[in-house]
Nanobody, 128 residues
């Protein structure tokens, strides 16, 4: 049974940092590109960051570029999102997702529609 479990969310002051983790119970985790998405109250889900199967290629939303870093540890079936210089507008439920991306596609996708499996999410609240 496929399962993605996020952790690491919480309440932090503006300017602070959090590190989110997503443990993926996938038989072949290293075959999947992984992404982080977020949904703020009253807003649509938006792309945050994604990483390809090897960890070599990453993509970021412009709103988080330079502040957030996505990484993965295939030996631990885990993807991370290091979030620095947090802003109140980063407040949202953050979810990880897995995309069985063909290896010949080097850059992971930004659209949630391309992802096959989703976690339940972890809440991040940034106070001003």
């Amino acid at each position: 049974q496929v399962q993605l479990v996020e952790s690491g969310g919480g309440l932090v002051q503006a300017g602070g940092s959090l590190r989110l983790s997503c443990e993926a119970r996938l038989r072949t985790f290293s075959s999947y590109a992984m992404g982080w998405f977020r949904q703020a109250p009253g807003k649509e889900r938006e792309f945050v960051a994604a990483i390809n199967w090897s960890g070599v290629n990453t993509v970021y939303a412009d709103s988080v570029k330079g502040r957030f870093t996505i990484s993965r540890d295939n030996a631990k079936n885990t993807v991370y999102l290091q979030m620095n210089s947090l802003k109140p507008e980063d407040t949202a439920v953050y979810s990880c997702a897995a995309d069985l991306l063909p290896p010949q596609v080097p850059v992971p996708y930004r659209s949630g529609a391309d992802y096959d499996y989703w976690g339940q999410g972890t809440r991040v609240t940034v106070s001003s």
